[in-house]
Antibody
Framework: EVQLLESGGDLVQPGGSLRLSCKVS????????MNWVRQVPGKGLEWVAAVRRGGDTYYADSVQGRFTVSRDNSNYTVFLQMDSLRAEDTAVYYC?????????????WGQGTLVTVSS | EIVLTQSPATLSLSPGQRASLSCRASQNIYFQLAWYQQKSGQPPRLVLYEASKRATGVPDRFSGGGSGTDFSLEISSLEPEDVAIYSCQQRYTWPPTFGQGTKLEI
């Protein structure tokens, strides 16, 4: 069974930093791209970042230069380092796996972790 | 960036009725559209990809159609468990983008 479990969400002050983790199991982690998608409670979904199986990374313009996505294939974990946080980064952050069919179809999701940026 | 516009915002129907949800893209995305179902307090679940292909485990009462800029998700006979927000998402151009969602009430 495919499982994704996020952790690291917290309350942080504007300008602060936070590191999210997503531990996965149930599939060959190194063979798939992984993504972070966020959702402001009650609002729509926004793709944030991706790390391909080869390590290439991609970011939404809204987080480019502030967030860093990475992966540890030996520990089946993907990370999202978030720096210079802003109030508008407040959201539930989901880890999502690329489908086998194509990048950017997300066939499995974690339960999400809440990041709140507030003073 | 491609904008996806979903309609209606809210759809209220009865069990057994047919639901039809719409997603319109701001430019041609061919067939590269997915639909997700998100129940209250849960993460999204992939329902359809490539506009019309059902994901693993999705009941056959869910179907999708369309190409280019106009797409639809249909649920042939609504069940109470289908209450959710349904969002479309395109992967044709970077960055991948989502619609704002349609809330389905039963």
């Amino acid at each position: 069974e495919v499982q994704l479990l996020e952790s690291g969400g917290d309350l942080v002050q504007p300008g602060g930093s936070l590191r999210l983790s997503c531990k996965v199991s149930g599939f060959s982690f190194s063979s798939y791209g992984m993504n972070w998608v966020r959702q402001v409670p009650g609002k729509g979904l926004e793709w944030v970042a991706a790390v391909r199986r080869g390590g290439d990374t991609y970011y939404a313009d809204s987080v480019q230069g502030r967030f860093t996505v990475s992966r540890d294939n030996s520990n089946y974990t993907v990370f999202l380092q978030m720096d210079s946080l802003r109030a508008e980064d407040t959201a539930v952050y989901y880890c999502a796996k690329d489908s086998a069919l194509a990048n950017y179809y997300f066939d499995h999701w974690g339960q999400g972790t809440l990041v709140t940026v507030s003073s | 960036e491609i904008v996806l516009t979903q309609s209606p915002a809210t759809l209220s129907l009865s069990p057994g009725q047919r639901a039809s949800l719409s997603c319109r893209a701001s430019q041609n995305i061919y067939f590269q559209l997915a639909w997700y179902q998100q129940k209250s307090g849960q993460p999204p679940r992939l329902v359809l990809y490539e506009a019309s292909k059902r994901a693993t485990g999705v009941p056959d009462r869910f179907s999708g159609g369309g190409s280019g800029t106009d797409f639809s998700l249909e649920i042939s006979s609504l069940e109470p468990e289908d209450v959710a927000i349904y969002s479309c998402q395109q992967r044709y151009t970077w960055p991948p983008t989502f619609g704002q969602g349609t809330k389905l009430e039963i």
